[in-house]
Every structure is written in C-alpha cells, then in structure tokens.
C-alpha cells in the first residue's frame, strides 16, 4: 500500500472526479490492508460531495468500515440511511440487527432480522446467503435467551435452505439435547445422517456417546475447523526460570458458575510462596458473591474480553506465564485460536469440558487412574497429569440454607425420593427407560428433576406417560440460589446420576451434603465423573458398569430399610475426614504435579 496516494484519492474524491467503482478499489486496497479507518474517510468523504445511484452502497460500506473500527452508534447511523435509500437493501438490514446486539437491544436486532426473513428470497444468490446468516442469528440469540424452541425452529428453517452446514447442525444437536426430544439424532429432510454425525459439537457428543473414539473425531473435527494451521507460536519452548512459578487460569467462569464453585478455594490456597497466580478472564460481571471471590484470590487479576484471540495471546505472553490452565475446552465462550498461539509453554486444560479437547496446543489433562485409565488414555490427545486421590478439586466453604421440608419442596409427605438435579441435557432416553423402570418397581416412590426449561419438562411428562408412568410422579424444581439449592440435598433419598455424561459439580455438591449418589460409570472421561468421586470417597458399591446392575442397585437401595441412611452417615465421615473433600491436600498434591512439569521440561 506504500505506492498508494492517500491525500490524492481523497482530493479526486473532494473535487468529483472519482466515480464509484474506481472508489471501490481504492477502499477494497485499504481494506486488505488493515486500515478501515482510512476506508471510513473515503466513503464518508464520497458521500459528503458526491450524488449518486449507488450512495446506498456507499452508506453500507461505511457501516462496515464504522463497525470495524468499533464506532458502533456511527455504523447504526450510516446502515440506516442505506435502508433510507434503498428500503428493500437486506445488507443493510442484517448488519443493523449486528449492531442492535452489541447496543444490548436485542429486541431490536430480532426485528431487523425478521424484516429480512419476510422479505429476502432464497432464490437470489446474494440474498441467500443473507438470509440463512439472519436465520442462524435468530436462533444464535434466541438459544442465549434459553428459547430453546424458538431456536430450533430457527435452525430448521435455515437447514431447509442449506442442509450443509456443521455449525449449524451442532447447534441444532446441542438444542434437541436441552429440549429432551429423543432420539437427538433424528436429522431434518435433506440434512445427510453422517454429516450430523460429524458435525456434533465435543459437548454434545459427550451425551450421545460413551465410545472414546468417537469423542475423539468430535473432539478433533472441531479443532480441525476451528483453527487454522499456520498460527504463530508465542512461548519459547524452553520455558522461563521464575523464582515462583507463574500459574495463569483462564476462563469466562469465573462468575456464578459450576467451574467458579469448585475452585475458589483451590485458587486462595495456592502456596504463594512458590507460585504467582494469574486469573484471565472474560467472565461476565454478573455481580455474585462468588465471583468476588475468585477475583480476590488471584494475585493479578486481568480482564481479557475488549481483546480479540490473537491480542490475548499476546498479552498472556507479555507476563510469561510457566504453565497456562484452560477451564473452557471447547465449550460456550472458549477462546480456543488464544490457546492455539500457545502463549504459555506448558498447557494445561481442567474441568470445563469433560473429555478431550483435540487441541493439539493443550499438552495436559488434570485426571486421576479411575477418571482415564491408562487403556483409554491413547483417545486424549492430552497426556494425563494424574492426581494420587482424585482429579476434582472442591470448595469447603460453600454456603448452605436451613433445608426445607417436603412441603416447602412441593413433595408428597409419604414415599422415596429419588432424584437428579443434572441439566437436562444429560438425561437420554435410554436412562430415562431405567428411571422409569425404578419408579415401577418401587411402589409410591417419585423422581424429582431439574426443571431446566417448559421444552424439557413437558417432553418428559410425556416420555413417563409414553412408558405407562403417571406423570404426577415427577417432580421439578426450579433454579435457585447455589445455598438454596445445597439445602435441597437434605430432602431426597437417593440421587440417580445420569449416562454417558455423568454429574460433576452436582456429584460433588449432593456428595457434600451426604446424599448417596447412584452411578453408571462407562469408558469415558464424562461417563466416570462420579465414579472417580466415589472411589475417593470409599464407596464403590455405588458404582455400577451397566444399566440393568443400576437400576436393580437403585430398587435395592429404596426397598432396603435405612440403606440409604447408612450410606449418608458414612458420608458423614468422609466430609470430615476423607480425601475427596481434603482441599489443602489436592492444592499440595496438583502443586507437585505442576512443579514436576517444570522439571521435566530443564531436563
């Protein structure tokens, strides 16, 4: 761009002698260059001194340029005489919705979006693919509203358009799995079978499936589509010589989150005397307790979200962290090109998702022998870090409320109590078919559930009625406070844990309370949550390896007087002085594991 005129382009422009397409050009040069704003002084140059058909045009690439550079309100303004112009421009139309969301007004980008939908034309190639951005948009924003319906309808209206699209069909998997509509796979007219397949998200998959192969191609695929291959390596590979070892977690969970509430204290009692703790975040500011917290505990707390990936990168690099620990894997939020740069030498990926990653830049996974046994550990593509007690780490000073009673509950005063407070995508058919079972077998017992969304509760109602269960015998609690919700774990009897994708925090916070957790406990990662914990805990006879050995263990366990008491005074126990609740110890324990990384990597 060295050879190019700047002030003479903009003299041609100021005095007309510059007609649009040559106007286009020049802009499309700058624009490869990286400079926007100089595109923005062109077109607004252009259209102070020019008239012409094709100002509608120049008043769109304006807003592209104004957005660019993050003049939000300049870009609504220049869109918005674009459509003044040209009213049926559908560009214009869908970039504003873009802005309406950055403003927060997300009531307003719907609206932009749903003039586009009435009005653009599948038949027109440049309106197409206009129109399935604004359809996957509609339904991007109704999931993060938790409109989980209106999501998917948003997603099959798209995939009729385009049935090829894998970040669409992941999403679209991903929303069956919250709505419980079974089976998960059940693809749309002209969606190819495989391709969904392929398509589902690691998370997703981990519900579907307990074959380790298979969460690794999902695992893999993803990364293969997420990151390019030439990204630039940041550390030097030899690692730092800090006199304390500098340990950066990131994550946007450090707020009222499942991550945030097992590892606050982990964070806090840290030995500062040999390691400086570092907390990246772009965690909403959502204003809890616990995330005052976790933002205390760290001794440099840096916020990261006004940075793109590659920025963050950087910035990571800039305070030579030793070893870097991602609480994400490829879940929402997850800034996986950040960790592709490989701005830490050594990294490391804990808690967030539960299975691998596939990110060839993650070297390690904090595990223990029962979570991956060392003849599954060949399906991570991380080497595991394996912890002597137990993988999870957990937080001793939680709160809880008084409990309530069963009345308090919405509970009958008579019968057991089962329960399964895991969100529910968790829940398959083929579990449910067990649960059901259970209830049939125990006279008068009822299943109480989260009640995550109206989708998934009347699914399930009528899943119960489906199987000849009277669907008066499930019960749903609504969210609550994290105090509220612990003071829960003292009204049922048993908590029926949920397969491939078992409970994690909620295996812990039930444990914690001493309520009995059931388990069925397969081959991967997710499906040996619980399993992991109970081991710790001395209480193997609570895990089962198949679902007719676990649903004749939960019919034994309701039907067998005080068995379940039993099992809450040895809990009792553990609380107090087994290892599956020793904070300090794991703290000392991943504080070995870490060091000893470090002395690997000088010999």
């Given at each position: 761009?060295?050879?190019?005129?700047?002030?003479?382009?903009?003299?041609?422009?100021?005095?007309?002698?510059?007609?649009?397409?040559?106007?286009?050009?020049?802009?499309?040069?700058?624009?490869?260059?990286?400079?926007?704003?100089?595109?923005?002084?062109?077109?607004?140059?252009?259209?102070?001194?020019?008239?012409?058909?094709?100002?509608?045009?120049?008043?769109?690439?304006?807003?592209?340029?104004?957005?660019?550079?993050?003049?939000?309100?300049?870009?609504?303004?220049?869109?918005?005489?674009?459509?003044?112009?040209?009213?049926?421009?559908?560009?214009?139309?869908?970039?504003?919705?873009?802005?309406?969301?950055?403003?927060?007004?997300?009531?307003?980008?719907?609206?932009?979006?749903?003039?586009?939908?009435?009005?653009?034309?599948?038949?027109?190639?440049?309106?197409?693919?206009?129109?399935?951005?604004?359809?996957?948009?509609?339904?991007?924003?109704?999931?993060?509203?938790?409109?989980?319906?209106?999501?998917?309808?948003?997603?099959?209206?798209?995939?009729?358009?385009?049935?090829?699209?894998?970040?669409?069909?992941?999403?679209?998997?991903?929303?069956?799995?919250?709505?419980?509509?079974?089976?998960?796979?059940?693809?749309?007219?002209?969606?190819?079978?495989?391709?969904?397949?392929?398509?589902?998200?690691?998370?997703?998959?981990?519900?579907?499936?307990?074959?380790?192969?298979?969460?690794?191609?999902?695992?893999?695929?993803?990364?293969?589509?997420?990151?390019?291959?030439?990204?630039?390596?940041?550390?030097?590979?030899?690692?730092?010589?800090?006199?304390?070892?500098?340990?950066?977690?990131?994550?946007?969970?450090?707020?009222?989150?499942?991550?945030?509430?097992?590892?606050?204290?982990?964070?806090?009692?840290?030995?500062?005397?040999?390691?400086?703790?570092?907390?990246?975040?772009?965690?909403?500011?959502?204003?809890?307790?616990?995330?005052?917290?976790?933002?205390?505990?760290?001794?440099?707390?840096?916020?990261?979200?006004?940075?793109?990936?590659?920025?963050?990168?950087?910035?990571?690099?800039?305070?030579?962290?030793?070893?870097?620990?991602?609480?994400?894997?490829?879940?929402?939020?997850?800034?996986?090109?950040?960790?592709?740069?490989?701005?830490?030498?050594?990294?490391?990926?804990?808690?967030?998702?539960?299975?691998?990653?596939?990110?060839?830049?993650?070297?390690?996974?904090?595990?223990?022998?029962?979570?991956?046994?060392?003849?599954?550990?060949?399906?991570?593509?991380?080497?595991?870090?394996?912890?002597?007690?137990?993988?999870?780490?957990?937080?001793?000073?939680?709160?809880?409320?008084?409990?309530?009673?069963?009345?308090?509950?919405?509970?009958p005063p008579e019968g057991f109590v089962f329960c399964s407070f895991n969100?529910?995508?968790?829940?398959?058919?083929?579990?449910?078919?067990?649960?059901?079972?259970?209830?049939?077998?125990?006279?008068?017992?009822?299943?109480?559930?989260?009640?995550?969304?109206?989708?998934?509760?009347?699914?399930?109602?009528?899943?119960?009625?489906?199987?000849?269960?009277?669907?008066?015998?499930?019960?749903?609690?609504?969210?609550?406070?994290?105090?509220?919700?612990?003071?829960?774990?003292?009204?049922?009897?048993?908590?029926?844990?949920?397969?491939?994708?078992?409970?994690?925090?909620?295996?812990n916070d039930a444990l914690w309370m001493t309520l009995p957790v059931l388990?069925?406990?397969?081959?991967?990662?997710?499906?040996?949550?619980?399993?992991?914990?109970?081991?710790?805990?001395?209480?193997p006879e609570l895990i089962t390896y198949d679902l007719q050995a676990y649903?004749?263990?939960?019919?034994?366990?309701?039907?067998?007087?005080?068995?379940?008491?039993?099992?809450?005074?040895?809990?009792?126990?553990?609380?107090?002085?087994?290892?599956?609740?020793?904070?300090?110890?794991?703290?000392?324990?991943?504080?070995?594991?870490?060091?000893?990384?470090?002395?690997?990597?000088?010999?």
């Amino acid at each position: 761009m060295k050879d190019v005129d700047y002030a003479g382009i903009v003299n041609l422009i100021w005095h007309r002698r510059l007609d649009f397409p040559q106007l286009l050009n020049y802009a499309n040069r700058l624009e490869a260059g990286g400079l926007s704003g100089l595109v923005a002084v062109l077109y607004q140059t252009w259209l102070k001194r020019n008239r012409s058909a094709y100002d509608h045009f120049a008043w769109f690439n304006l807003g592209v340029a104004l957005f660019a550079e993050s003049d939000v309100e300049g870009a609504r303004e220049a869109y918005e005489q674009a459509v003044r112009l040209a009213p049926g421009f559908v560009q214009p139309r869908f970039n504003l919705g873009l802005v309406y969301e950055r403003l927060g007004q997300p009531d307003a980008a719907m609206e932009q979006w749903q003039w586009v939908e009435q009005h653009a034309s599948p038949e027109r190639p440049d309106e197409r693919t206009v129109l399935i951005a604004v359809l996957n948009n509609c339904g991007r924003l109704e999931e993060g509203q938790k409109r989980y319906a209106d999501a998917l309808a948003c997603l099959d209206r798209s995939l009729a358009i385009d049935p090829g699209q894998p970040d669409v069909l992941h999403h679209w998997v991903f929303l069956r799995e919250k709505q419980c509509l079974w089976p998960v796979h059940a693809p749309p007219a002209g969606v190819d079978p495989e391709l969904m397949r392929r398509s589902t998200s690691a998370l997703a998959m981990i519900s579907l499936s307990d074959d380790p192969a298979e969460q690794l191609a999902a695992a893999t695929n993803y990364a293969s589509r997420k990151i390019p291959a030439d990204m630039p390596v940041l550390a030097p590979e030899q690692g730092y010589r800090h006199d304390r070892i500098r340990i950066g977690y990131c994550s946007s969970d450090f707020c009222l989150h499942p991550v945030s509430m097992l590892t606050a204290e982990l964070f806090e009692l840290h030995d500062r005397g040999k390691f400086e703790i570092y907390g990246f975040c772009w965690s909403p500011e959502d204003g809890s307790a616990l995330r005052q917290r976790v933002v205390k505990a760290f001794d440099h707390y840096i916020r990261i979200d006004g940075l793109d990936e590659a920025a963050s990168a950087q910035l990571i690099r800039s305070h030579e962290i030793d070893i870097l620990i991602d609480l994400h894997g490829q879940t929402r939020g997850a800034r996986t090109q950040m960790l592709a740069h490989r701005p830490a030498p050594i990294q490391i990926t804990y808690l967030g998702l539960p299975a691998t990653t596939g990110l060839p830049c993650i070297d390690y996974v904090i595990a223990d022998r029962f979570l991956i046994p060392e003849e599954y550990a060949g399906y991570y593509s991380e080497t595991p870090i394996y912890m002597p007690d137990v993988y999870q780490v957990s937080d001793r000073k939680r709160l809880c409320s008084p409990a309530p009673t069963r009345k308090g509950c919405g509970l009958p005063p008579e019968g057991f109590v089962f329960c399964s407070f895991n969100n529910n995508y968790k829940y398959t058919a083929e579990v449910f078919d067990a649960w059901m079972n259970i209830l049939r077998r125990v006279p008068g017992s009822m299943l109480w559930l989260l009640s995550d969304n109206p989708w998934a509760e009347a699914n399930l109602r009528r899943e119960a009625q489906a199987r000849g269960i009277d669907e008066g015998r499930l019960f749903f609690a609504g969210r609550v406070a994290p105090e509220h919700y612990l003071a829960r774990y003292a009204v049922p009897d048993l908590f029926l844990d949920t397969f491939p994708f078992n409970a994690g925090t909620t295996a812990n916070d039930a444990l914690w309370m001493t309520l009995p957790v059931l388990t069925l406990s397969g081959r991967c990662f997710a499906s040996r949550m619980a399993g992991a914990l109970l081991t710790a805990a001395g209480l193997p006879e609570l895990i089962t390896y198949d679902l007719q050995a676990y649903e004749d263990k939960a019919v034994e366990l309701a039907t067998t007087p005080n068995a379940c008491l039993r099992l809450r005074e040895r809990l009792e126990a553990v609380r107090e002085t087994g290892v599956l609740f020793d904070t300090p110890r794991f703290v000392h324990n991943l504080e070995q594991q870490l060091a000893g990384l470090l002395e690997a990597q000088d010999r």
